[in-house]
């Protein structure tokens, strides 16, 4: 039968989050259920509380970077134990018949991913997310956080670790390439790390130098600030690839510039405006601008495994259940360095 859960949901736009509980679905043949330890304040997150997008389906509890110990298995679950380390990132089902899915990149599944909130299931129920106290997941979406990694910071790597670590690796950074990442926050901290994991020579292209220390210290080689009109002029033709992690509405046309012949530019901020690429930006030096998001199931347990052997987490900020309101407050104001995680245990 249904199981009851300690939660934090979102009722309206313009509300605060508050506690509430929420009924978890009866465990099916193929089905996890998890014990939630930890969960990540994703600015997305943000943006469906507060229906920003405009597709919020109200109530709704946010959070899709999950971590977690496993605490019962249905009957045909082969892929996870009891007792078993375990995350559950953006999504929590897809078609699985469509060619993308059956080539593991279910995230770009043509029939739509389910998401691990603010969507619907297959049982016709509405789907609720990490900010909660357990939760039920088919086997097939669920990952294995490996030793090494503390649950705490591994949380955010199932949302903002797999997001960079997936156009890393699609563009192969790696030794002898140069990538840049555009802005230092949540998604960007990870990005510098595994960039630099891979081999790559990494500069952080940032407003400011204000946290020129926290990106040397988490392994960029170089540290730019993008208000120095002189940046654009030094590094002009310099980068095989340059990620953007900011959500706001750059001048494309000066980071494009930055670009060396063949290079790319991968946009996974979402501003609020449409972009504009100028054609004479991409034409010359046969540029390229592309767009990522986060990941299949089968790459998002790869990026894990990577971050195992390379020591990476998440630099985090841990808090309370009672500090959620406050944090998206501060996450809105850039105040975080670089990712809050819920405790769960305070639900």
């Keep these: 039968m249904p199981t009851t ?3 934090y949901i979102a009722t309206a736009a313009d509300q605060p989050l508050g506690p509430t509980t929420i009924e978890r679905r009866d465990l099916g043949a193929n089905d996890v259920a998890i014990d939630i330890a930890y969960a990540g304040i994703c ?40 007792g078993d380390r375990v995350g559950v990132g953006c999504f929590v ?41 357990g939760i039920v997941v088919d086997e097939n979406y669920v990952c294995g956080i490996p030793e090494g990694i503390d649950l705490d910071v591994a949380a955010p790597l199932l949302c903002a670790g797999i997001t960079l670590y997936s156009p890393l690796r699609h563009w192969q950074a790696g030794p002898g390439k140069k990538v840049a990442i555009i802005g230092l926050g949540g998604l960007g901290h990870v990005g510098v790390k595994i ?58 046309k000066q980071y494009l510039g930055l670009l060396a012949i063949n290079g790319t530019l991968v946009e996974l901020g979402l501003p609020e405006h449409p972009i504009e690429v100028p054609a004479f930006a991409v034409t010359a030096n046969r540029r390229s601008f592309a767009g990522s998001m986060i990941g299949g199931i089968a790459e998002t347990q790869e990026m894990l495994e990577f971050c195992a052997e390379h020591g990476i987490g998440a630099e985090i900020e841990v808090i309370g259940a009672d500090k959620i309101n ?17 405790d769960t245990a305070t639900l």
């Design 5 to 7: 859960v300690n939660a």
């Design 43 to 82: 600015h997305s997150d943000i943006h469906t509380a507060r229906s920003e997008w405009g597709r919020t389906a109200f109530p709704v509890v946010p959070g899709h970077e999950i971590a977690g110990t496993v605490s019962a298995v249905g009957s045909d679950v082969t892929r996870h134990r009891v």
């Design 93 to 133: 089902d897809s078609c699985r018949e469509c060619e993308p899915c059956r080539r593991g990149e279910e995230q770009y599944c043509e029939r739509g991913m389910t998401g691990t909130y603010n969507a619907v299931g297959r049982d016709g129920e509405p789907t609720h997310g990490g900010y909660s106290t």
């Design 195 to 252: 960039a630099h994991a891979m081999g790559a020579e990494v500069t952080v292209l940032s407003q400011s130098l204000k946290k020129m220390e926290d990106g040397l210290r988490l392994g960029a080689d170089h540290y730019y600030a993008t208000s120095d009109p002189d940046t654009f002029e030094n590094l002009r033709n310099e980068f095989d690839l340059i990620i953007n992690t900011v959500s706001a509405n750059l001048d494309i």
């Design 326 to 342: 406050e944090a998206y407050e501060r996450v809105v104001a850039s105040d975080v360095r670089y990712r809050f995680v819920i």
